[in-house]
């Protein structure tokens, strides 16, 4: 998942570290097969992250 520590190798330096995290959270989110609930859930949340939010529009 993202924010996991277990992707990053020891011998990297903080900063490098940093940057790989922060570019496995801008990564989509990893299928999960096994279970269709979390599964279609996962999928809900992708589908709300792709959808720009609506702007008031004022009617006059």
Same mark, same amino acid.
């Given at each position: 998942?993202?924010?996991?520590? /277990?992707? %990053?190798? #020891? ?6 570290? $940093?940057?790989?995290? *922060?570019?496995? +959270?801008?990564?989509?989110? /990893?299928? %999960?097969? #096994? ?6 859930? $996962?999928?809900?949340? *992708?589908?709300? +992250? ?11």
């Amino acid at each position: 998942m993202p924010g996991d520590d /277990r992707d %990053v190798p #020891d011998e990297l330096t903080p900063r490098e570290k $940093a940057r790989l995290r *922060a570019r496995d +959270r801008k990564r989509a989110t /990893r299928m %999960v097969v #096994d279970n269709a609930g979390v599964k279609r859930t $996962a999928l809900a949340l *992708a589908a709300r +992250r792709a959808v720009p939010p609506a702007k008031d529009v004022e009617t006059t």
